[in-house]
């Protein structure tokens, strides 16, 4: 389950690097640009520390499922404004939804590891 749960959230932030230079037009990598990948894979990459806490009992089904819930709709977004309607401002897209993508991670981490505590608890 772990290897799953790592083999997700590696793919989604390489997904999101490729879909953050795609979205920047083919131009060259400036530093802003590297700053949105950084903003975009952040909340992966602490998905990904949180694996060292939270991967107990049925906390990796759990966590596996908060990944999915984090990476497939983030994914689909940045596809959504690069490819299937170009038009509207990408730029925004890549700021707000790593935001969102935090507070699930905090929001499901935090959940997660309450209900550890408290079954340590009792």
Sequence with gaps: MRTLFKTVLLLAALMTIWLALLGG?????????????????????????????????????????????????????????????????GGFTFLITPFIQWIMVVAG???VYWLQYRRRMS
């Design 25 to 89: 037009g083919g131009r060259a990598l400036t530093s802003g640009a590297v700053i949105f990948m950084i903003w975009g894979v952040s909340p992966y990459a602490v998905l990904w520390s949180l694996d060292r806490w939270l991967m107990k009992g049925a906390a990796p089904r759990v966590m596996l499922a908060l990944a999915l819930l984090i990476s497939l709709p983030g994914i689909y977004a940045y596809l959504d404004i690069i490819f299937f309607h170009p038009h509207n401002d």
């Design 109 to 111: 981490g935090g959940g």
